[in-house]
Every structure is written in C-alpha cells, then in structure tokens.
C-alpha cells in the first residue's frame, strides 16, 4: 500500500511540476505550484503514517488547509485586483 501511494504522488508531483514549468498565465501557474507543495505534503503524510510516525497529521492539514486558503485570496486577487469588491457586480462585501 505505502508503495502504491509513493508511486501515485511521484508521478503527480511530476506532472504536476511540468504544468508548472509549461504553462505560461500566472495564475495557473500558482495553482499548480499549489497542487504541487499539496501532493508533497501528502507524500511526507502517507510516508510518515506507514512508517509508524503519525504525529504530524494535525500539522499537515493544517499546512494544506493554509495553502488552500491562500492560493484562493491570491487568485481572487489577481482575478478582481481587489479582495473587497468584485468586478462583475461592483458591490461592497461588509465582513
């Protein structure tokens, strides 16, 4: 099982690292620049839980939930070049 899973984000990763490497907009870039820090911290995960050492899944989630978070507000921001207001209906958000 651990070496089914090492081998799937292997390939991911690579994958994942020539669509980085290949595509030429920014943004999709930055999502697969996410994609791929998500897939390694998923390999660090599966390698640290069959091999015995499950303290740190707490920690991963939390850093692939961080990643999520922030590749969303920076591509909403490079799509709208504004948190606040959207383009498409020009209205304030209230938080």
């Excluded at 697969?32 to 069959?50: D, T």
């Excluded at 920690?59 to 922030?70: D, H, T």
């Amino acid at each position: 099982m651990l070496a089914t899973s090492v081998i799937f984000f292997c390939l991911s990763i690579c994958l994942s690292l020539v669509f980085v490497i290949v595509s030429k907009d920014i943004p999709r870039k930055l999502q697969a620049s996410g994609l791929l820090i998500n897939f390694i911290v998923l390999l660090m995960l599966s390698w640290g839980f069959y091999s015995g050492r499950p303290e740190f899944i707490d920690l991963i989630i939390v850093f692939i939930l961080l990643n999520l978070i922030g590749m969303v507000g920076f591509l909403r921001f490079t799509k709208d070049g504004n948190l606040l207001f959207s383009n498409s209906t020009q209205e304030k958000r209230e938080f």
